[in-house]
């Protein structure tokens, strides 16, 4: 069975960075892509940044500039370099192992809280 496990969440400070590091049971290169997502309270779930197996990037507009999704295919794992931090960043980021790029039809994490305190 494929596992999705996220990491790296937490508390920081208005303007903080932190690193979010998903990681897989299988070689990431089986999919299509893997993508951040996140989930605010009261919120539909969104999309963050993507990556394909190729490497071809997507961003959401609000994080353009502050994030930066990676993939490192040895270790079977991707990662969200948060930079600039605000507070409406603030939600459970959940990373998506997907069939195919631009589907979220894959597997899921089971998320990470970031909390980001003004």
Do not use: H
Request: net charge positive; hydrophobic share 35%.
């Amino acid at each position: 069975q494929v596992q999705v496990v996220e990491s790296g969440g937490g508390l920081v400070q208005f303007g903080g960075s932190l690193r979010l590091s998903c990681s897989a049971s299988v070689n990431i290169l089986i999919f299509g892509a893997m993508g951040w997502y996140r989930q605010a309270p009261g919120k539909d779930r969104e999309l963050v940044a993507v990556i394909a197996s190729g490497g071809m990037t997507n961003y959401a507009d609000s994080v353009k500039g502050r994030f930066t999704i990676s993939r490192d295919n040895a270790k079977n794992t991707v990662y969200l370099q948060m930079n600039s931090l605000k507070p409406e960043d603030t939600a459970v980021y959940y990373c998506n192992a997907q069939f195919a790029y631009g589907s979220t039809r894959g597997y899921w994490g089971q998320g990470t809280q970031v909390t980001v305190s003004s």
